[in-house]
């Protein structure tokens, strides 16, 4: 696809994210069997939820531009999510096999937040404001994950330390 337009690299960018949250689907019920703390993997299935409803929010988006929703293979989220894989597969204690889940997923987070606001950004600068507020939604979902990750990590990283 040639970019010639704002509106050319939007529609990438909603392609590549679509393909970024399939990915995310298809990782996380991995990285939730391999979680021993009950609180994280809560939050894990959780935000696994609302991950679908990311998917299903951007097949409204396309719908809206009468665009087809296809995905563009998101080489950034395969790179993020291969590193976690990695990390996960290092021998570790359950409590530090969790602190680096955490780590990983927020990796993800952070790399959604960018994402999902410049693709907001774009969306407003385009005039598109129902679109806009959909991706507002995601990337205050996708905020607030991070947080709660965060805030488990601060419980769950001291019993990392001990078992050190």
Do not use: W
């Amino acid at each position: 696809m040639k970019l010639e337009s704002l509106q050319d690299l939007y529609l990438s960018e909603l392609k590549d994210l679509y393909s970024a949250e399939d990915q995310i689907i298809k990782a996380l019920p991995k990285v939730i069997e391999k979680v021993q703390s009950p609180e994280l993997r809560t939050a894990l299935q959780e935000h696994l939820e609302q991950t679908r409803g990311h998917v299903t929010r951007l097949e409204d988006i396309f719908e809206m531009h009468g665009e087809q929703a296809e995905k563009q293979k998101c080489k950034g989220m395969a790179g993020v999510l291969d590193e976690g894989e990695e990390m996960m597969k290092k021998d570790a204690t359950p409590a530090v096999r969790d602190a680096a889940i955490i780590s990983a997923c927020q990796r993800v987070e952070h790399y959604e937040i960018a994402a999902y606001g410049t693709v907001r950004t774009f969306a407003d600068q385009l005039g598109h404001q129902r679109a806009a507020a959909l991706l507002k939604e995601t990337l205050d979902e996708e905020s607030a994950a991070d947080e709660k990750l965060t805030q488990v990590a601060m419980s769950l990283n001291v019993v990392a330390t001990r078992s050190a």
